[in-house]
């Protein structure tokens, strides 16, 4: 069965400085993709990085970017230079197989100190 | 590009009572999903369309949850009766081929008295 697991339910970081958020995922299927999603309190979530388990460099997009490492089955998200705007809930999420199906972690919510 | 539409915004009913959710998706989207989180929890897939096709409702209780896609653009999910337990914000999504990003609405936050 498909497991997304995020065991840090909080997270606290200085403005300006780098955070990881933890994500492990387990599954048999040899294709699936990883998303990281943020959902500030407003409540919208938003799509923020992506990786393909066939994908060999490290996805990145602008402050953020997902360190892969297949054999441990983990994608960690790194967030560079954080920003007020960064405290949110931050959700790991896994598609695997013929359908695609989603699956959601269940979140860590960072707060970015000034 | 407008982004997926959701109404209404928030709903209070009362327990054994029905109500409806709409979604709209981004344009050309062909894949839909229909999303139930419990507060302090991940948001939790009820169902997924492809165009107006179901292709998974296994989390989907059928006794009273029902939802459909006409055409294969808007969709709306209904409860009948709702129970206490239903309480939730319930969020719709698309992505233009389901191995993709999602993008996801503002949400509907229900809650049952």
């Known amino acids: 069965a498909q497991k997304i697991t995020q065991t840090q339910p909080g997270m606290f970081v200085q403005e300006k400085e780098a955070v990881t958020l933890d994500c492990t995922y387990d599954t048999s299927d040899p294709s699936y993709g990883l998303f990281w999603y943020k959902q500030p309190s407003s409540g919208e979530m938003i799509f923020l990085i992506y990786q393909g388990s066939y994908d060999q460099q490290n996805a990145t997009e602008g402050r953020y970017s997902l360190n892969f490492q297949k054999a441990r089955k983990s994608a960690n998200l790194v967030i560079s230079a954080s920003q007020l705007g960064d405290s949110a809930m931050y959700f790991c999420?896994?598609?695997?197989?013929?359908?695609?199906?989603?699956?959601f972690g269940t979140g860590t919510r960072l707060k970015v100190l000034a | 590009e407008a982004g997926v539409a959701q109404s209404p915004r928030y709903k209070i009913i009362e327990k054994r009572q029905s109500v409806a959710f709409w979604c709209n998706p981004i344009?050309?989207?062909?894949?839909l999903y229909w999303y139930q989180q419990i507060l302090g929890q991940g948001p939790k897939l009820l169902i997924q369309?492809?165009?107006?096709?179901?292709?998974?409702d296994s989390q989907l209780p059928k006794d009273r949850f029902s939802a459909e896609r006409l055409k294969g653009v808007d969709s709306t999910l209904k409860i009948q009766p709702a129970k206490l337990e239903d309480s939730a914000v319930y969020l719709c999504?698309?992505?233009?081929?389901?191995?993709?990003?999602?993008?996801f609405g503002p949400g509907t936050r229900l809650t049952v008295t």
């Open positions: 999420a896994m598609n695997t197989g013929g359908t695609y199906k989603y699956i």
């Open positions: 344009s050309g989207h062909a894949t």
């Open positions: 999504a698309s992505s233009k081929v389901p191995a993709l990003e999602q993008y």
């Open positions: 369309f492809q165009n107006n096709g179901v292709v998974d």
